[in-house]
């Protein structure tokens, strides 16, 4: 199937990035020749077939329950870009 | 003391433990290099002399007092996707480009446990995603055989750096080919662990079921060594493996007497230059000659294998990079109007057009309607890829062909049409998907560039790898071949 300029807004959105009316054709486009060579997987013969998620078959693992992390809140929000008071500050969401 | 520039890993180790030279003299040399060279060849995005010379003392006082590793005082590079705890680590993207990390991935915990002496962060394609480094947002990396060509990708920095010998060794992550194409464009030794051998923690995530860290450096002997110090279980990775450690220079010298090395038909076909066959072809000769035999062995499905990979690594990367928001680091663009723009806006302006495609295309083969047709078939699809590998290896030891299908190309061959940039890997990519262990050696030239021999082996069959290309490498002399240097 072939994308049209209004699937590319959407999936942008999606995506969470802004895509310009001027990007929008050629990303069209670049999305469409991938789409249209990954379309080959659509002949093959998967009856049966369980997917395969993962390279190697291991069982998640679990651990204890207990800290074994120590408190590194400043050095990780000195990183941000904007914080108050040890808050990630974001735009009001909430009026 | 220019010895040192193309010496390998043991004979600096010998040279430390004798006291020929200190790890600070061989760092300065190196971090010289690397002033001189890299304006030219763009492979560095950061280095730091301070950091790298404190690194270097501390490694001397261990050799002083006795008790210190092999590796200890000897310079690396890493690969600027792996965190370094106070250095930059820009991912080669302008999201990440004034993130400092405030941890050590457990590769950089480990190489510096070893006493390993960081020299800087190396160029790649932006979050790992191309072939040729000319996604980076701090520019492309020049092949130091010729400066007209791309050095592969995307660990092109690394690649670039030990073949100039800007470094003895380079840290490098494969997704999909990014340790082993770079390493056969650039005439090194390079190589993808079993998946999970390595871990991922500190590793910036491109597609998780994927992504290896692995050794890019100048002999399989070089590698043996490096991959002992970076191997190990870390419970911070959920796929992280929990094995027994290894010697990977156990068998190194192991005779070949008997060998099978099957060769795939389909990797064998069109679509390989002329030159990188004769250079393959050559190869497999001289391992006749070492005692091996070639069986021809077949792998029907590998021709999926790049289309798949084009579903499964994007729908990972769209999930992974949906971290990069603007809220707790990375980039946050100026102006917004509320929440979701500033989320679309920051991230419109810190990707680069490929990391972009691959979300787009991620989050459309992930989005309702479409993970069935899609995500769902291609995993599939991966799974009778891996299958044939499985039924190959009962009548080989090691799988054997050409890297990739071309040496170095020229920058801008590739750019335009994305589909084209992927076929680069089409060798290399059925490994990933698989699991195993994969790497490439220097078989050769074509058109005065270097030619890669992809070595692939069962799931944890490195020190056997690691033995075949040892072997090869004894009895060749390609992989010492290194540039000539541009003139001053």
Same mark, same amino acid.
């Given at each position: 199937?072939?994308?049209?300029?209004?699937?590319?807004?959407?999936?942008?959105?999606?995506?969470?990035?802004?895509?310009?009316?001027?990007?929008?054709?050629?990303?069209?486009?670049?999305?469409?020749?991938?789409?249209?060579?990954?379309?080959?997987?659509?002949?093959?013969?998967?009856?049966?077939?369980?997917?395969?998620?993962?390279?190697?078959?291991?069982?998640?693992?679990?651990?204890?329950?207990?800290?074994?992390?120590?408190?590194?809140?400043?050095?990780?929000?000195?990183?941000?870009?904007?914080?108050?008071?040890?808050?990630?500050?974001?735009?009001?969401?909430?009026? | !003391?220019?010895?040192?520039?193309?010496?390998?890993?043991?004979?600096?180790?010998?040279?430390?433990?004798?006291?020929?030279?200190?790890?600070?003299?061989?760092?300065?040399?190196?971090?010289?290099?690397?002033?001189?060279?890299?304006?030219?060849?763009?492979?560095?995005?950061?280095?730091?002399?301070?950091?790298?010379?404190?690194?270097?003392?501390?490694?001397?006082?261990?050799?002083?007092?006795?008790?210190?590793?092999?590796?200890?005082?000897?310079?690396?590079?890493?690969?600027?996707?792996?965190?370094?705890?106070?250095?930059?680590?820009?991912?080669?993207?302008?999201?990440?480009?004034?993130?400092?990390?405030?941890?050590?991935?457990?590769?950089?915990?480990?190489?510096?446990?070893?006493?390993?002496?960081?020299?800087?962060?190396?160029?790649?394609?932006?979050?790992?995603?191309?072939?040729?480094?000319?996604?980076?947002?701090?520019?492309?990396?020049?092949?130091?055989?010729?400066?007209?060509?791309?050095?592969?990708?995307?660990?092109?920095?690394?690649?670039?750096?030990?073949?100039?010998?800007?470094?003895?060794?380079?840290?490098?992550?494969?997704?999909?080919?990014?340790?082993?194409?770079?390493?056969?464009?650039?005439?090194?030794?390079?190589?993808?662990?079993?998946?999970?051998?390595?871990?991922?923690?500190?590793?910036?995530?491109?597609?998780?079921?994927?992504?290896?860290?692995?050794? !890019?450096?100048?002999?399989?002997?070089?590698?043996?060594?490096?991959?002992?110090?970076?191997?190990?279980?870390?419970?911070?990775?959920?796929?992280?493996?929990?094995?027994?450690?290894?010697?990977?220079?156990?068998?190194?010298?192991?005779?070949?007497?008997?060998?099978?090395?099957?060769?795939?038909?389909?990797?064998?076909?069109?679509?390989?230059?002329?030159?990188?066959?004769?250079?393959?072809?050559?190869?497999?000769?001289?391992?006749?000659?070492?005692?091996?035999?070639?069986?021809?062995?077949?792998?029907?499905?590998?021709?999926?294998?790049?289309?798949?990979?084009?579903?499964?690594?994007?729908?990972?990367?769209?999930?992974?990079?949906?971290?990069?928001?603007?809220?707790?680091?990375?980039?946050?663009?100026?102006?917004?109007?509320?929440?979701?723009?500033?989320?679309?806006?920051?991230?419109?302006?810190?990707?680069?057009?490929?990391?972009?495609?691959?979300?787009?295309?991620?989050?459309?083969?992930?989005?309702?309607?479409?993970?069935?047709?899609?995500?769902?078939?291609?995993?599939?699809?991966?799974?009778?890829?891996?299958?044939?590998?499985?039924?190959?290896?009962?009548?080989?030891?090691?799988?054997?062909?050409?890297?990739?299908?071309?040496?170095?190309?020229?920058?801008?061959?590739?750019?335009?049409?994305?589909?084209?940039?992927?076929?680069?890997?089409?060798?290399?990519?059925?490994?990933?998907?698989?699991?195993?262990?994969?790497?490439?050696?220097?078989?050769?030239?074509?058109?005065?560039?270097?030619?890669?021999?992809?070595?692939?082996?069962?799931?944890?069959?490195?020190?056997?790898?690691?033995?075949?290309?040892?072997?090869?490498?004894?009895?060749?002399?390609?992989?010492?071949?290194?540039?000539?240097?541009?003139?001053?």
């Amino acid at each position: 199937m072939s994308l049209s300029l209004d699937d590319v807004s959407r999936i942008a959105r999606l995506a969470r990035i802004e895509i310009s009316p001027a990007e929008a054709e050629q990303t069209r486009a670049q999305l469409n020749g991938i789409l249209a060579f990954i379309e080959q997987l659509q002949a093959v013969d998967t009856d049966g077939i369980e997917p395969m998620a993962h390279a190697v078959d291991v069982v998640q693992r679990l651990r204890s329950d207990s800290v074994t992390e120590t408190d590194r809140r400043d050095a990780f929000q000195v990183i941000a870009p904007e914080t108050e008071a040890g808050l990630y500050l974001v735009p009001k969401v909430i009026e | !003391m220019t010895d040192f520039v193309n010496a390998s890993l043991r004979e600096i180790a010998a040279a430390l433990a004798q006291k020929k030279i200190s790890s600070v003299e061989l760092t300065t040399l190196f971090l010289d290099r690397i002033e001189q060279l890299n304006p030219t060849l763009n492979a560095f995005i950061t280095v730091d002399r301070d950091k790298a010379l404190a690194a270097a003392h501390a490694a001397d006082a261990k050799l002083g007092a006795g008790g210190a590793a092999t590796l200890t005082g000897i310079p690396l590079a890493h690969k600027d996707i792996f965190c370094a705890e106070g250095w930059r680590t820009t991912c080669g993207s302008k999201m990440l480009a004034d993130f400092v990390a405030p941890y050590d991935a457990h590769v950089v915990e480990r190489l510096n446990a070893a006493g390993m002496v960081p020299l800087g962060k190396c160029n790649m394609d932006e979050f790992a995603m191309g072939s040729s480094n000319e996604t980076s947002f701090f520019g492309p990396v020049k092949n130091p055989w010729n400066p007209a060509c791309v050095p592969g990708g995307s660990s092109g920095g690394s690649a670039a750096a030990v073949a100039a010998r800007l470094a003895p060794a380079a840290t490098g992550t494969d997704t999909g080919g990014s340790i082993r194409q770079p390493a056969a464009l650039c005439g090194l030794t390079g190589l993808k662990p079993t998946y999970g051998v390595v871990s991922r923690y500190g590793m910036i995530a491109f597609a998780s079921s994927l992504d290896q860290g692995g050794p !890019m450096a100048k002999s399989a002997e070089d590698c043996a060594l490096l991959l002992g110090a970076m191997a190990g279980f870390d419970p911070r990775d959920s796929t992280s493996l929990e094995r027994p450690a290894e010697d990977y220079c156990r068998d190194l010298d192991k005779p070949l007497q008997g060998l099978r090395i099957g060769l795939p038909r389909e990797f064998f076909g069109a679509g390989m230059d002329a030159g990188v066959r004769a250079a393959v072809d050559a190869a497999l000769a001289e391992y006749r000659k070492l005692g091996a035999t070639t069986v021809e062995v077949s792998l029907p499905n590998s021709g999926l294998s790049v289309p798949a990979y084009y579903v499964i690594a994007p729908a990972e990367a769209s999930s992974n990079l949906s971290r990069f928001d603007g809220v707790r680091y990375g980039h946050r663009a100026a102006d917004y109007a509320d929440l979701d723009d500033m989320y679309a806006k920051s991230r419109a302006e810190g990707f680069g057009a490929e990391v972009k495609r691959r979300i787009l295309i991620g989050t459309y083969v992930l989005s309702h309607g479409y993970y069935d047709a899609y995500y769902l078939k291609a995993q599939k699809v991966r799974r009778l890829i891996a299958a044939d590998f499985q039924e190959a290896f009962k009548s080989c030891d090691v799988i054997a062909g050409p890297t990739a299908p071309s040496v170095a190309f020229k920058f801008g061959a590739k750019s335009a049409d994305p589909v084209q940039m992927y076929l680069s890997d089409i060798y290399t990519i059925a490994v990933n998907l698989a699991g195993l262990p994969g790497m490439s050696i220097p078989c050769g030239f074509d058109k005065d560039l270097p030619v890669g021999l992809q070595l692939v082996a069962p799931w944890f069959g490195e020190a056997r790898m690691l033995n075949v290309a040892h072997r090869y490498q004894l009895v060749t002399d390609w992989h010492a071949r290194m540039p000539a240097e541009p003139a001053a």
